[in-house]
Each structure stands twice: as C-alpha cells, then as structure tokens.
C-alpha cells in the first residue's frame, strides 16, 4: 500500500509538471521582463493585510502561503510577485469554484508555492480597493475587470487626422470615477496638428471635466522632458495607473518613453482612419524609473455605458445635483417642463459640458433597456 502511494504522489507530480509546461510554452520568459515592478514599488491596504492574515490563520500549512500581486496576464495565465520571487500561477479548485474567481492585472492574492513546484497556486483574491471594468457583452453580458487596485486611469487620446474624441475622453472618466479611481487625460500625436487645435482639445477637457484634471500633450515621437514628467507626475511614487485608449493612441510609444528604452513592442497604424493593430497582447504592469506603476492595457474598441450612474454622477456633481430637482424623475432634459437641470445649464456657456452629460446619461438610459429585466449591475 505504501508503494502505491508513493507512486500515486509520483505520477500526481509529473501531471502538474507536464502542465505547468504547456502553460509556459509560449509565453515569454519572466526573467525577460525587465520592466516588471519590484515588490517594494506596490503598496497593499491595510483591509488587504487583514484580509490576507485572517485566510492564513485558517489555513493548512501556512507557511507554504505568501502575499502576492498579479504584475502580468498572458493569454488568461498570471503571473505573481511576490517578496522573494515571480512566477506562473494557477487557480485552486476552491477558488475556480468561487463567484469572484477571475483574477485581473494588480490584484493581491494568497498564494501558495508548494514544494518542488514550478508553479504557484492562488488561493484566495484578497479584497480590492478600486475594480476598472467594463460591460462586455449584450443583454446578458458581465463586467470585465480591466485592472484591479488601480489609483488613477490615464485615459489616452490621440489627436492627429481629426481623431480627438471627447465622448471618448469623458465616457473613460466616468467609468474611472465609478471604479473608484481618479482620472487624467493624455493627449499624444500633439505634433501632427496645429497648436490651435492642440490648445482647443486642451480647453474642451478643462470645460468638461474641470480644471482640477490633470492634462498633458505629448508629441508622437521624442517627447520633451516637460511633457514626460507631467505624465510621471499623474502616477507618483507608490502609486498605480492604468492607460485606456484605443489601438493606435500611442500608449506603448509612450510607454517606452518614459522607460527610456524599446521594452515594449509597438505597431504602424493604418493610413486610411488612423487605427492602430493590437500590439499589446498582454495585461502588464510597468515600472516607471522616478514615478509609479502603470498597467499597459490592450486598446479598447468600445466602452460601454451599462450601469456607470454613479460614475456619471461623480464627474458631474452639479448637473446630478440639479437632476434631483426636476418636476419629472424620469426628466431626459431635453423638453420636459419643470426641467431643473436646463433651468441652470441651458446658457450657450455651458452648451459643451451639458452636451457631454445628455449624451452619456441618454446612452444609459438606452443600455438600461436593453438588458434582460433578471440582470442586476
């Protein structure tokens, strides 16, 4: 019986040796990935610790356990650092049972690092202080976690050939603020325009989401030190952003430029409409010398308006404020009497900024409709 033991704990070891080779195939090699943070560059909450010490407490063989944060995504398979060292990882069986079991890029976990593993096992995501998500899908889709314990979201915006989108810019910082981080706004290819279109974009985003925002244009190619170390300056030491923005805006260009290196890959857009192809494959966090952290996220062709009120809300406390005035609850702000909101906002002075919230409220309003009546965001 011992002897069949034994090799049933042999051949167990050789299937988790096996797979732990097919998930690596393929994937690049961590010790590669310079740009990776170091575990003293990522700071974790005290809810976070208490959490962490609480599962360890009730857990068997504690001292096979350590605190991790997930740094990369690479095709669904993490990889996690901890203090001593940065590995693969796969989930455990209690975990991939769970509700909340899809772990994203910055969440901390406990993880297990067995003897003669190559790869560790998440056990427990720990409680997360901000969640960046997005709805995907239609009447019956979910919210995707983007990046977790994120501080602030770089939303990233290229100007050349007509591209400025402030829909795009003001639809990023709602889900920010709903998500429960801060929001700034890069605006890159500055050089391709003229300035007057440069100073108008500048003015819309300072019209709208008000002058405490932090913005920033940048040149397409060899950014001045100035306009680096305004973006460094959104992203302080100790803290973690992510950039949002869709293929072609330039985030890997910028990225490197702030690196001070080619670390990571970026593509040609296409001439037509100014679109860029996927050059980022992975979710990634990326260590900024003299700043923080900054989670490279693949580009985004869409960002739904499903369930982001309270977001709404956030960026545009005033007009949310005088929405709770109107005659009618359901008040669109368009015609109705009794309207609170365009008694206060109609003048022409505010015609931009009003604009931009009519038009995100009345999209969720829509989306709202469309979802099947058992869904609960």
Request: glycine share 10%; aromatic share 4%.
């Amino acid at each position: 019986m011992a002897k069949r033991n034994s090799r049933d704990r042999r051949n167990v070891r050789r299937k988790v040796q096996k797979k732990a080779e097919r998930i690596s195939e393929g994937l690049p090699s961590l010790e590669l990935l310079t740009e990776l943070p170091e575990f003293g560059q990522l700071r974790q909450t005290d809810e976070q610790m208490r959490a962490y010490v609480a599962y360890c407490a009730d857990a068997e063989k504690p001292q096979d356990l350590a605190l991790g944060c997930v740094v990369r995504l690479d095709r669904g398979y993490p990889a996690v650092l901890t203090q001593d060292e940065t590995f693969r990882a796969e989930f455990a069986a209690q975990l991939t049972k769970s509700e909340f079991s899809r772990v994203a890029v910055g969440d901390w976990v406990a993880v297990r690092t067995p003897h003669g593993h190559d790869m560790g096992l998440i056990e427990k995501i720990l409680p997360r202080k901000s969640d960046i998500a997005r709805w995907k899908g239609g009447s019956r889709g979910e919210k995707q976690t983007l990046a977790a314990n994120v501080d602030v979201v770089l939303v990233v915006q290229a100007l050349e050939k007509g591209r400025f989108s402030l829909n795009r810019i003001v639809r990023s910082a709602v889900v920010a603020a709903d998500c429960g981080a801060g929001v700034a706004v890069i605006l890159t290819k500055c050089d391709l325009v003229d300035k007057s279109d440069v100073d108008e974009a500048l003015g819309c985003v300072r019209d709208v989401l008000g002058e405490g925002c932090p913005v920033v244009a940048i040149s397409s190619v060899n950014a001045g030190s100035a306009e680096l170390d305004g973006v460094r300056a959104m992203v302080p030491k100790g803290s973690v952003g992510i950039m949002l923005g869709p293929s072609g805006a330039g985030k890997s260009t910028l990225l490197n430029a702030l690196l001070g290196r080619e670390a990571l890959e970026t593509g040609s857009v296409r001439e037509s409409d100014g679109v860029g192809r996927h050059t980022t494959v992975a979710r990634r966090m990326v260590a900024i010398p003299e700043a923080g952290v900054i989670v490279d996220e693949p580009g985004l062709r869409t960002l739904q308006m499903v369930g982001h009120e309270r977001g709404l809300a956030k960026v545009f406390p005033d007009i949310a404020e005088a929405a709770r005035g109107c005659r009618f609850r359901n008040c669109t702000h368009t015609h109705e009497p009794g309207c609170e909101v365009r008694a206060r906002f109609g003048g022409d002075s505010n015609s931009v900024r009003l604009g931009a919230y009519l038009a995100l409220a009345n999209e969720m309003r829509d989306s709202a409709k469309t979802l099947d009546p058992d869904i609960v965001l």
